[in-house]
């Protein structure tokens, strides 16, 4: 950093460096996913929506019947189904929501005239989605144990995979919704969907306790794939391959819509 | 096809301010959107910095500062993080503390961008701007929302930046602003550009100028209304009742013209209730090519 006197313009001809440059790609990145995470973290309806009404989840269905007789214990079901509660929290109606007001103020639009591009924008939120899901994994496992559960060793490894699965298609389908319609309709339509598919979703009350009309809907949506498929390796040390490509299918088909379809301004 | 703007062709030099006027929904922001990559054109060509905006990729947008209309800010953000921020996103970015001071933003550096005035608004965006230390300058609409106090520290340092080499572009309606910064002037109506010039080749325009004269000046004054002022002044001189009892002469007024006038009123038993004598302004231009009415 070249210090300029205090009071004066910075000089574009003698003393100043000869052109400017871009900080490296990596560095507009990670600078841009920081800013973001704290942003979110900040919040505190994103943080209520992030951790507190999943934790809330979590302790309701381990004091209800909802749950037995799916696996060793109320626990255990509960906790890969909430893990994916999180995912859809962060990346589909935490991230929808800043992006649709992003969008509204110009911050999207500004932001993409720096040398962070649209390009850079996207991977920052993308990396500030994982940072904040990495984190409600940590109080949500951590909970978890507390409450005794004893998930499959095998199961880390996909199961980890999968929530980063899930959390690409759900920022897809946030940015789909965020770049497309006004944000306060952002905002109805995410809510509206986290409730909706929290509950009859198949994400934390698997598809087998549904009506049996729904039960096949609800494993080709993306919170029903990633509640199974997050159940099949925590419990069992499985990767579901079905459900994986359902989650591949809703990623690839949502980002694809927003990339031809979100508006920046 | 919606063609927003259609028969623009604009250039700008490096140490200058360049302006572009023209009323609401001329394309001034269009325009000024095409050049800055954020809106794709359908035909025609820009060149900024040798490059093509729509194309072009970081190395570019880190030599060209962009302040938009409506700010870009996001509104929970604090300043002093939000400008540290951006200025990280380039490898030589002007001292954030310096800009601090410089722009006044000091006196509100832990007020949330929401609960900033608009004058701030502007200045704390005017900063994010200026924060990559650009060669470019895109300034949408810089004094709206300005107090009197900020507007002078803005416009100190547009002519500073200037001086220092930077090429500035800037849109405004407010005429005032564009007579005292620019050096070059576009005026764009309809979507295109009707005239240009520097401020003194375009004052220098309008019927009375064609005429032949070098000083227009304007004497407006109020009096009862439907005098007959034809022939009372020579032809080089334009008099109008623009309104009922409301007239200017507009031309290159002499003191003779004055004492004319005068003695025309005292024969006709006139007196002015009010009387002012200005200098042809940027205003008078603008509305001469644009027309009055409202757009």
Known sequence: ?265 | MLRVVSGVSLSAERGQVTALLGANGAGKTTTLECAQGLQKRSGGSISLLGQDPATAGAELRSRVGVMLQDGGLPPSARPVPLLRHIAGLYAHPWPVDNLIQRLGIDTFSRTTVRRLSGGQKQRLALAAALVGRPEVLFLDEPSAGLDPQSRQLVFELIGELRDSGMGIILTTHLMDDAQRLADYVYIIDGGRNVAEGTVQELLQRGPAVDAGADHVRTLTFDAKPGLDLSGVLPDDVLVLEERAGSYTATGALTPRHLATLAEWWAAHDVMPAAMTLQARSLEDVFLDISGKDIR
């Not at chain 1, 505190?44 to 302790?59: D, F, K, R, S, Y």
């Open chain 1, 1 to 265: 950093m070249n210090p300029t006197p205090a009071g004066t313009a910075p000089a574009a001809g003698a003393g100043a460096p000869a052109r400017q440059q871009p900080a490296p790609l990596l560095r507009r990145i990670l600078l841009q996913g920081k800013y973001e995470a704290l942003a979110m973290l900040r919040n505190g309806e994103q943080l209520i929506l992030a951790v507190v009404l999943p934790l809330l989840a979590l302790v309701g269905l381990t004091v209800t019947p909802f749950l037995d007789g799916l696996g060793p214990s109320r626990i255990d079901v509960a906790v890969p189904g909430i893990l994916a509660l999180c995912a859809m929290s962060t990346a589909f109606t935490g991230q929808g929501i800043a992006t649709g007001f992003d969008r509204r103020y110009g911050v999207l639009r500004f932001l993409s005239t720096t040398p962070l591009g649209r390009g850079g924008l996207i991977a920052g939120k993308v990396l500030s989605v994982l940072v904040v899901l990495c984190l409600q994994i940590a109080v949500v496992a951590a909970v978890g144990f507390g409450l005794g559960w004893q998930p499959t060793a095998a199961g880390w490894v996909p199961g980890l995979l999968l929530l980063a699965l899930g959390a690409a298609a759900f920022t897809a389908l946030g940015l789909l919704v965020a770049g497309t319609v006004r944000p306060e309709a952002t905002l109805a339509i995410t809510n509206l969907l986290w409730i909706l598919l929290g509950a009859l979703g198949g994400i934390v009350i698997p598809a087998e306790r549904l009506p049996a009309a729904a039960q096949q809907i609800v494993g080709l949506l993306p919170s029903g794939a990633l509640g199974e498929a997050l159940r099949d390796a925590f419990l069992h040390g499985a990767l579901n391959g079905a459900a994986s490509l359902i989650l591949v299918l809703w990623t690839v088909t949502a980002g694809a819509a927003a990339i031809r379809w979100f508006k920046w301004n």
